[in-house]
């Protein structure tokens, strides 16, 4: 059963105004569903007998010509819909759990049961069968009450990527082999196990604590007989196509790739939302960029600078804010509706460099350009060129505070409000030992520390090493992790905001064998336009710029959907549907302290957005978006407070009965600027008011909530030294239920956003 997609649903702006008088993640789990005991056992143990007498058979056939067989055998255990498998005991009594998978509302598990084992489970069913715990219950109850049926399992059981990607057809492709690690003999089982199938194998290995990754090119049929012959593979997924094979394609095999991708492309309508691009320049004659750029929409702050891309990285940056990274783009048949057209304006000169203090002000002039240009058109303004230097540490700079002024239309008598998408820039360092530890100390560059703007960083999934130059090199970042050249805002201030909020992909380095060397190569990059087509189309980028372009992507292609939205509200969008990787999360669930865990929120931030996400509500995931006014100042004076009663299907929630949901808020709102001196010093000076969320606990009335807040309210402006904050703090934790979010109120409210998250409670 699919789970169903809907718009998002948007409240009125009606809230209570009233005055002031002073691991986390989304899991199902539900109790087993009730069973006819003796019916639902007998039915168990017909399916296991059957799945294992027929793997029995298609060893014997293996070995019968010429081949190995298993030393075990691989069932699929799948659920009923909305119910959760026993995991752990499926990895227990001998069994080794491979992978686990979502299809609609159903969960399977790949197990692989070694020949020795198979009388475990058998007991395991008979005393469901025919023995009881001491409360009377079946044994083993929950581990087989939760098991809707049992099967062999296929190639298509270890397939963990989308259902939909599955390959259909007996043609030979190249395919990520994941094999179990455990005595270290696995990969040269495989491998001889290839070379007597004929299976063509990459040079590139990826080798991970648990797991060793290898390239095959072979057909369903093989990967079959694989299944019969080896116990190591744990999962499959389709080698993906990497920025080398279309680097290594002559001209004319690239304008092949390039004149389809046309025929594919659909420009977006008049009247669509633009990506301005604030770079070298763009070159608009690009045959990928030309019909979603008009002349007129091409600027230069100095127009004897031309509007020309003189150096390439506009040109680069314009390719992945319409398209995304091409290397996806051309490996899908499917027809490209955009939904967004690029602006460009040169904020860089072609010879020499602009005087850093001036960079406020050209930006301003430039965001007027397009604006007189364009004025009824909604826009996200990209900005991946930032400062050399990161002196300032979280600091308003003129550029920064100039980008905070900008966004929140302080210098417009309507107020109209921007979107801006900043870079988090680039550390130097290729360091492969400790580049996470040299990250912390690596800080956003100006003007990344602006709290109106979306400050991006970069992640990385890339690991696949295709360069015969490069065999035996190595990556330097693990799938999932933090960017090498991406930078924190770990050294600042805790006062100042948290920073970037969200990481996209920017790539990897390859690094030698003795790890003396470490480079960027194109199969560890993004794909993109280059600059000058009549030499060469195509070209390879990465790091926070490439990761700044697909996050302006994404936020065009929100406003396209939603044009009502205000800029604060895309931008929280954005925000709210990011979640932290497996590797992030391990270290998150890890962290101890507070201090802990604002470090790693300053080096991931909200983790990785989900466009699908941010763009749409599903039957088991809703978002609620309100858009309001607060006036929370009256001179020096706490004005306002605004209480929002959620509108929640109480009916449908007690349906749940024990499953567990979680609840994540995002507050976005911009800020106005105070860039002086004491605004340095004192940030509610500088950010000129912080709003703060609380929920009210299961145990209040809305009349105590109501009383706890105008207690609380602001405590923290009484403290003259900034970085003194424990007192609010203490007064937060001991009167409220912050313990039950993720983070407490002392970290979630640093900076013009406001995220908690945790399990919702009855």
């Known amino acids: 059963m699919d789970i169903k997609e809907y718009r998002h ?20 789990t539900t109790a087993p569903p009730a069973r006819v005991r003796a019916e639902h056992g007998e039915k168990l143990k017909k399916q296991f007998d059957a799945a294992w007498s027929l793997a029995s058979k ?5 070995v019968a010509v010429g081949r190995p067989a298993s030393n075990g055998s691989y069932i699929e255990f799948i659920s009923d819909d909305e119910t959760t498998l026993a995991l752990k005991s499926l990895d227990s009594s001998g069994m080794e759990l491979r992978n686990v998978r979502t299809r609609g509302q159903q969960q399977l598990a790949t197990v692989f049961i070694p020949d020795g084992k198979k ?82 194998l990459r040079t590139t290995v990826q080798r991970f604590p648990e797991r060793v990754v290898l390239l095959a090119k072979c057909s369903l049929v093989q990967l079959g007989f694989a299944l019969e012959s080896l116990d190591e593979i744990a999962e499959l997924r ?84 319409l398209y995304g990274d091409l290397t996806e783009v051309f490996a899908s048949r499917e027809e490209i509706e955009l939904s967004h057209c690029i602006e460009s304006v040169k904020i860089v000169p072609p010879t020499g460099q602009n005087d850093p203090d001036l960079y406020g002000a050209i930006t301003a002039e430039c965001a007027a350009r397009v604006e007189l240009n364009q004025p009824f058109r909604n826009r996200t303004f990209s900005l991946a060129t930032t ?96 960017g090498p050249r991406s930078t924190t805002s770990c050294i600042w201030n805790r006062t100042w905001p948290i920073k970037p909020e969200l990481v996209l992909e920017g790539g990897n380095v390859a690094v030698s064998p003795d790890e003396t060397l470490a480079d960027r190569i194109d199969s560890l990059s993004l794909l993109t336009t280059y600059y000058q087509p009549l030499t060469r189309m195509l070209e390879t980028t ?8 697909l996050a302006a ?122 860039p002086g001196e004491r605004g340095w010093k004192y940030r509610h000076r500088y950010a000129s008011h912080g709003l703060r969320f609380d929920v009210k606990t299961p145990e209040e009335t809305v009349e105590d909530f109501h009383r706890r807040l105008n207690q609380q309210a602001w405590q923290e402006e009484d403290d003259e030294d900034d970085d ?28 013009s956003y406001i995220q908690i998250f945790g399990k919702g409670r009855q």
């Not at 649903?9 to 199902?28: D, N």
């Not at 920064?400 to 998408?421: E, H, M």
């Not at 870079?423 to 400790?434: I, K, L, R, V």
């Open 9 to 28: 649903i948007f409240l009125s702006p009606s809230s209570r105004t009233e005055p002031y008088k002073s691991k986390p993640r989304f899991v199902r």
């Open 553 to 674: 992507r994404y936020a065009a292609i929100i406003q396209s959907e939603y044009p009502d939205y205000w800029p604060e509200t895309v931008r929280g969008l954005l925000v709210h549907s990011g979640r932290w990787t497996e590797p992030m999360s391990t270290r998150f669930n890890a962290a101890n302290t507070r201090t802990e865990k604002e470090s790693l929120l300053r080096t991931y931030g909200y983790g990785v957005p989900n466009l699908r996400r941010a763009l749409r509500s599903a039957s088991n995931h809703l978002t609620l978006v309100k858009q309001t006014h607060i006036f929370p100042y009256e001179g020096e004076k706490m004005r306002e407070m605004h209480l929002h009663e959620l509108p929640w299907p109480v009916k449908d929630l007690q349906k749940l009965g024990e499953i567990d949901v979680t609840m994540r808020v995002t507050l976005s709102y911009f800020i106005e600027p105070n």
């Open 238 to 321: 389709k080698a993906k196509d990497t920025p080398s094979f279309f680097m290594e394609l002559d001209y004319a095999e690239t304008n092949s790739w390039i004149a389809d991708l046309q025929i594919r492309s659909k420009p977006a309508p008049t009247g669509a939302p633009s990506i301005c691009i604030l770079d070298t320049g763009v070159n608009s004659g690009h045959p990928l960029l030309a019909h979603s750029i008009q002349q007129t929409d091409l600027h230069a702050y100095d127009p004897s600078w031309g509007t020309h891309d003189h150096r390439g990285h506009g040109t680069e940056m314009a390719g992945i804010a």
């Open 542 to 549: 990465g790091d926070t710029s490439a990761a700044t372009s």
């Open 119 to 200: 009388a475990k489970f058998i007991k395991l069913l008979e005393q469901y069968l025919f023995k009881n715990t001491k409360n009377d219950k079946p044994k083993n109850e929950n581990l087989m009450n939760r098991i809707g049926s049992i099967k062999l399992a296929t190639v298509e059981s270890l397939w963990t990527e989308s259902p939909e990607l599955f390959p259909t057809d007996e043609k030979e492709i190249w395919w990520e082999v994941w094999l179990k690690l455990e005595s270290g003999l696995e990969e040269a089982r495989f491998r001889n196990f290839a070379t007597s199938m004929n299976i063509a």
């Open 58 to 62: 298609r060893k014997s056939n293996a």
């Open 387 to 482: 400062a050399t230097d990161t002196r300032d540490r979280g600091k308003p700079s003129a550029w920064s505070a100039a980008i905070d002024a900008l966004a929140a239309g302080v210098d417009t008598s309507d107020g109209t409000k921007r979107l801006f998408v900043v870079s988090a820039g680039n550390s130097e360092s290729d360091n492969a030992q400790s580049y996470l530890d040299a990250a912390v100390l690596e800080s956003v560059h100006d003007p990344g520390q602006a709290w109106n703007s979306l400050t991006i960083g970069a992640y990385t999934d890339k690991s696949v090493i295709d360069e015969p130059q490069y065999a035996g090199w190595n990556v330097i970042a693990t799938p999932g992790e933090l």
């Open 724 to 751: 003194d904050t424990q007192g609010y703090a203490n007064v937060q934790a001991t009167q409220s239920d912050a313990k039950e979010w993720f983070f407490g109120p002392d970290i979630r409210s640093k900076g």
